[in-house]
């Protein structure tokens, strides 16, 4: 995989995607909780939206696989 900083071992794309849901629903609980007051609140729309925005953002990305646009031809 070296000269193809584009491309990137699975392993590598689902830690990434683990991790950043992770900072993602910290940052929905602690949004929520601060607003509200209400722990059971941001719990529920923190274990909600991870569930609705992982599935959206996994049909965006196979939507995209699709679209040529601004990718980089490797050379050779």
Not at 43 to 61: D, P, Q
């Amino acid at each position: 995989m070296e000269g193809h900083e584009s491309q990137e071992y699975r392993i590598r794309s689902l830690t990434k995607a683990v991790t950043y849901r992770i900072l993602i629903a910290i940052l929905h609980f602690t949004a929520v909780y601060l607003l509200t007051g209400m722990f059971e609140a941001a719990l529920g729309f923190t274990v909600v939206s991870t569930v609705y925005t992982s599935i959206a953002y996994y049909f965006h990305e196979r939507l995209w696989s699709g679209i040529a646009w601004g990718r980089k031809v490797p050379a050779g």
